[in-house]
């Protein structure tokens, strides 16, 4: 029994070093050769298990959507500003998990044609769940109709929640994508990403929104003064 | 003269030349080499001109910066719907002409210091330009005032502004950065854009909104039946 389950072990060891290390330093700054260092095997230990980069990449990509479809799915049984936060926070630590996947993307997608294939099935999956979030939200009469359709809204959410972190990176690359940041991170983009329903939000449910944007803004104040 | 003036006329070929190039492969795709060999120049003569390949970024960057300045700078005279669209579509040109930048932005920055704070830049006073045309449009009675302020609803706006072409490259990666989409880019995501202001326009301004969106619209069409 002991030596069937060896490989397996190695190979999930395999995609947790190599996660850690692309999130840390960007996909392209790794090479095979550094992550069987890391893990202290031979390269042809590592080869046996995943014979390409690639096949890495496409392994970690699987666990991303093994991560989110959960969440998306359940987005029909959003109904108020409180699940849409805990929704829109899920999806964001997922992807804060995976960041490497967004860090690279034009680069990644442009050589690796089952991740061009897979990352654009997920934005439209990402589309599709927000689209029945928004109208399961207006079915209860949590937010009003918008003057252009959900459609628009719907694909700004998106964009948000998948280049929230390129925006972050680019406004301070040598901190933004570091691990002390998730929790901030996370709750500051999605008080950014629900801001966008505000102007659609129902009296009560607007106040119950910035309740939960004050909350993160005086949280974020504090966590500043202690640092 | 004209011995003074060929120097000159070299580096500006030089620049276009590499800029068509970045735009076209991406800027890790193309070499100094690959240029000279574009230009039919020897890589002494373009190492004269630009000795690293970040020589030439930086020196785009600049020209980037010259043609979207003016364009910021204006935006407190944009008093209405019908400006705000010709103000987004103008910085939505820009950034098509110089989108080698966002196309691998966060590997640019992560290597190259002075884009590193030039983008940082960019990215506040883009932010800066919106506040100031949102007030305005408010000042004027085209918009109402948001529920949680205009601060989000500039980031939002900055957010879609630069990473709307990375979020269409991952849509369609063979086709979404091609010359042939320009037109058809600028304005969908014009449209895009400026659907974050439909919840807030007064009721004439929302009605002029939605016919500037559904000229867009029918004129995609129509470009399609053609295709």
Redesign the interface.
């Known amino acids: 029994m002991g030596t069937k389950k060896a490989p397996r072990r190695t190979a999930e060891r395999i995609l947790e070093s190599s996660l850690a290390l692309f999130n840390r330093f960007?996909e392209?700054g790794v090479s095979t050769n550094a992550i069987s260092v890391e893990l202290n095997i031979s390269p042809g230990n590592l080869y046996y298990h995943f014979p390409a980069k690639d096949d890495l990449i496409n392994a970690l990509f699987v666990q991303y959507e093994q991560a989110l479809q959960p969440i998306l799915q359940a987005s029909d049984g959003v109904t108020n500003v409180e699940d849409a936060w805990f929704f829109i926070h899920s999806v964001l630590e997922v992807n804060w998990q995976y960041r490497f996947i967004y860090?690279?993307?034009?680069?990644l997608?442009?050589r690796n044609r089952q991740l061009?294939t897979g990352?654009?099935q997920t934005?439209e999956d990402l589309t599709q769940s927000l689209l029945r979030l928004l109208n399961t939200m207006q079915k209860n009469a949590a937010l009003n109709a918008?003057?252009?359709g959900w459609d628009?809204?719907a694909?700004?959410m998106?964009?948000?929640l998948?280049?929230?972190l390129?925006?972050e990176?680019?406004?301070?690359?040598r901190n933004a994508l570091e691990e002390d940041n998730a929790q901030n991170a996370a709750m500051r983009n999605a008080a950014?990403v629900l801001?966008?329903l505000?102007?659609?939000?129902v009296a009560d449910q607007?106040a119950h929104?910035?309740r939960l944007?004050d909350a993160y803004a005086s949280q974020a104040k504090t966590e500043t003064a202690v640092a």
């Open positions: 960007g392209p860090r690279n993307l034009n680069e997608l442009s061009e990352v654009r934005l918008p003057p252009v628009s809204v694909r700004s998106v964009l948000l998948v280049f929230w390129s925006y990176y680019a406004l301070d690359p950014h801001g966008l505000a102007p659609y939000a607007q929104l910035q944007i």
